[in-house]
DNA sequence: ACCTGAACACCGTTCAAGT
DNA sequence: ACCTGAACACCGTTCAAGT
């Protein structure tokens, strides 16, 4: 057992955020619980509690640590392209490709629901922006958008969209009849999307 | 308490699947346990256990029931339309209002994972494929698909897509800058979707 | 001051025992 | 034959008690 004054209470913040993450990405959302983060790291569940509201604020720290690092991957991705086209078919694809090999964590962002009254903080929307950013960029190359607010709704529905996909073919729920792979799924959107927002 | 033989096994059945769906409706996802439908029933939780294998296979049933009332729905708002163009939008956002009224079942048809091993039985399959019909049939009125596997590939994307703004906007991850509402964002998607397809 | 460990009110699931 | 109710192995959360 660690022993008082072994951690500062932001080490043992990390390390439980840390632990929660280790076991989303290698058993699933299904074997992540306090007493299961606590075991992990060498304290008591009750430790948990001393540093962490609840395991919602847990979760939280978890959510925008994944954030981090999916706009991180993005924007390494984003880097590679000059053209706003192949720059957002290929944001699209690292996207997928970040959902389906961390399935947990990137579903996650999602599923958690804060309690009913509690909104997210003001840092957590910053990340969720960040991640948008990623994709304005490319999509103000593009001069399709006239207004703040065309922008607005532009990088929303698009992005919208390619999580939609993503999400949908990790569910199982688009496989039936004749089998169509995802990465096609994506291209087809993004292209068909832009195409219309360019003649439109 | 219910008394033996006072329902039969299906009709227990039913009865569960209600309650459940009506917990989910009224309370939302943490209400729902085996113990609360149980009660609600007028049943212990052994009974459900020798009518269900577990409550996995209960969700299961939930789920099936909310596909048929959202294919129904989908099927009235098709059946409004003549133009294939309008009745697609029109599709969309009627998905989004069930989505937004039955936030808890909606949202319980894609975050229900089967246990790792388990496929879903063929019959499920077939309502999520009914569900897709629903749109299957305006886009091939559209006439922009020469093969099968371009509908396939088309259906899943626009699908795809819709079910991402709604998934995004419910769990208010759309939430920061300028506000959009969900029915424009829709809207944009769809017609700049159709807009590229029709002219690609 | 920091951490433990037991307690409380819940879970899903099983199954011997009752009627 | 049908159903119960207690048991088991888990949860999240709290907090008096220990060092």
Redesign the interface.
Known sequence: MARRSDHSRDEIKAMAIAAAAAILARR?VQALSARQVAKDIGYTVGTLYLVFKNLDELILHVNAATLDELAQLLREELHRHVEPQPALRALAQRYWEFAQQQHARW?L???H?LA?NA??PAWF??K??QL?AMVEEPLQQLHATQS??ER???V??????????????L????????E?ATP???D??V???????L??
């Open positions: 699933g579903s962002l999602f599923t629901q009913v909104k997210p929307a910053t969720v922006r948008f703040s607010h607005a709704l532009v929303r529905a698009l992005w919208g969209g390619v999580h939609g996909v993503c999400a949908l073919a569910s199982d729920k688009l496989r039936w009849g004749e169509v096609e799924l994506l087809s959107l292209t068909n999307f832009l195409h219309g927002l003649q439109g």
